[in-house]
């Protein structure tokens, strides 16, 4: 089986040149459903070739068939802002191609396509796709602006003048290729083309981009970007790790101390409670000794004054004769 050259490193290196531009037309008109032509690859600091760029981004100016700008986006590594500067590209991309005078209608739609070949957060699918729309927030329609073109009046709608932003995650492919866009993904994920292909740009691939073809020093270049590659994935994992071990360890640590508080908090409210229960129930004690207490004097006092004998109110009372006598 043929082997054929990663798509990132060959959008960085190779397809930069006009003779290749077929491959990259191809996977646009697969993505957008219509036939792309790349006008240009846009120069700037975020795409220079440099044997120690990690990055390896390629930003492109191309045109549908309907004259509409188009920027596609390749990225490779991880990037924190990765979001916003999907944003920043689509804005750099709208003001660059709009000269200084020039009227608002000649400014076009940005098409921003992003291949990641890293872990951009939670989703089942490999492949996200949106756009911008206004709907009613009680009616829930979508609003359509009324615009002048060619001397006549038409409506549009914001989502045919807004950007839209396709997002392709490629580890997250995980299918047997049937459609041309499921063979862009396999080939974008294992450099994978079948023999028989008539996917746009597959086929040009198959011609320009094999392993083999390429002269030693590229060869040799290539090869130290899949040594890169490997090293990235390796550090990326072991910080994975200790990350998660120091989750772990912080988790653990948290949990004694928060443990610790809510045990002291209970043990307080526990102590109150059971404080307030004792006190409660000594109070009802020390009520009914008392109550018994004055009920024996009141006797007492009766008995006596009937003339009893103190011995005997004593007996009848349970109290001392001491007692009876400070009556």
Do not use: C
Not at 20 to 34: D, H, I, K, Q
Not at 273 to 284: D, K, L, M, N, P
């Amino acid at each position: 089986m043929d082997k054929y050259i990663r798509f990132d490193w060959a959008a960085k290196r190779m397809l930069r040149d006009k003779a290749n531009f077929g491959v990259l037309e191809g996977l646009m008109t697969v993505l957008l459903e219509e036939q792309v032509k790349i006008v240009e690859i846009l120069e700037s600091e975020s795409n220079q070739i440099a044997e120690d760029d990690k990055f390896n981004r390629v930003d492109i100016k191309a045109k549908n068939s309907k004259g509409e700008i188009i920027l596609v986006e390749i990225q490779q590594t991880r990037e924190l802002y990765y979001l916003q500067r999907i944003l920043y590209g689509v804005a750099k991309a709208i003001t660059e191609h709009i000269n200084l005078g020039e009227r608002y209608k000649e400014v076009k739609k940005v098409y921003s396509i992003n291949i990641i070949y890293f872990d951009l957060g939670k989703g089942a699918d490999y492949l996200y796709h949106g756009q911008n729309q206004l709907v009613g927030v009680h009616t829930h329609d979508l609003l359509q602006i009324n615009t002048r073109y060619k001397d006549t009046i038409k409506m549009v709608a914001p989502e045919d003048i807004f950007p839209e932003y396709y997002i392709i995650r490629v580890n997250e492919f995980n299918k047997i290729a049937t459609t041309p866009l499921e063979e862009w993904l396999e080939y974008l994920k294992s450099g994978e083309i079948k023999d028989n292909t008539t996917t746009p740009g597959l086929a040009e691939a198959k011609e320009r981009l094999q392993y083999l073809h390429m002269s030693d020093a590229d060869r040799r270049a290539y090869d130290r970007h899949l040594d890169n590659i490997m090293v990235q994935n390796d550090i990326l994992e072991t910080k994975m790790i200790e990350g998660l071990e120091q989750g772990r360890i912080e988790g653990r640590a948290k949990g004694i101390e928060e443990g610790r508080a809510e045990g002291r908090a209970k043990g307080i409210e526990e102590g109150r409670a059971e404080g307030r229960a004792e006190g409660r129930a000594e109070g009802r004690a020390e009520g009914r000794a008392e109550g018994r207490a004055e009920g024996r004097a009141e006797v007492a006092k009766k008995l006596l004054s009937l003339g009893t004998d103190i011995h005997v109110v004593s007996q009848a009372t349970g109290m001392s004769e001491e007692e009876i006598r400070k009556l």
